[in-house]
């Protein structure tokens, strides 16, 4: 069972509202991401972070920040939502780069009105 | 850029039967394959993976081929089962930063 929380796991808001999405992890890995997932199914890479004050986006454009003050913690942010949010949002940690293995949370579902 | 095609999007196979998943990567240098399992309402899962130096891998029902000279991989899972359902993706490292390039998925549906 990987040691991994995502909050809130659903969450439905209207146009114009800041939120905050939860990601902590407890195993003491350097590498977090944050994916999202269409209900398409395929996941796109949208942040990802290698160890403290370090952030990069992903593949995938988003109007979401993130920020990595604390080892075990990885909160992205929307300044204003969407209807365009509305999404799947999966954070996922990892040791190192040569064990590659991710760790997912159960997933964070942002629904925009 | 870098690709992984996953074939295909949907397979329904009988309890009992196998099914096979394969992919497709387009880079000629990447180094690690690993498959994930997502099962409804959860985040995926490893199940298996597979490096770049080695030919074939089996846990148990599931098996992971790779062939090099063809860029593809594919996923075997024999003697399928109920919880066998669930979408799969597969993926390929292409650089020393282990960053993924995710396959598009495949749902996998066991018939009773």
């Known amino acids: 069972e990987a040691d991994i929380y995502q909050t809130p796991r659903y969450l439905v808001i209207g146009t114009g509202k800041k939120i905050t999405l939860e990601c902590s992890q407890t195993m003491g890995h350097d590498k977090m991401y944050w994916y999202q997932q269409d209900p398409g199914m395929e996941l796109h890479l949208i942040h990802y972070s290698y160890g403290v004050n370090s952030t990069e986006k992903g593949d995938l454009s988003s109007e979401s920040t993130v920020s990595r003050i604390r080892t075990e913690h990885f909160p992205l942010t929307l300044e204003s939502a969407r209807p365009s949010h ?7 940690s990892s040791e190192g780069a040569h064990t590659g293995e991710l760790f997912f949370g159960e ?7 | 850029g870098e690709n992984v095609e996953q074939h295909p999007s949907t397979l329904s196979v009988q309890e009992g039967d196998s099914a096979v998943i394969k992919c497709t990567y387009s880079d000629s240098a990447p180094n690690y394959f690993p498959w994930y399992k997502q099962e409804l309402g959860k985040g995926p ?27 593809h991989f594919s996923l075997h899972i024999t003697e399928t089962q109920p919880e066998d359902s669930a979408v799969y993706f597969c993926a390929a490292s ?10 598009a998925g495949t749902k996998l549906i066991i018939k009773p």
Not at chain 2, 94 to 103: A, R, T
């Open chain 1, 86 to 92: 509305t999404s799947q949002y999966l954070c996922a």
């Open chain 2, 45 to 71: 899962q490893l199940i298996i993976d597979i490096r770049s130096n080695v030919g074939e891998k089996k846990d148990q029902r599931i098996a992971v081929t790779l062939n090099k000279t063809a860029k």
């Open chain 1, 107 to 113: 997933g964070s579902r942002l629904t925009v009105l």
């Open chain 2, 94 to 103: 292409m650089d020393s930063n282990y960053q993924l390039i995710w396959g």
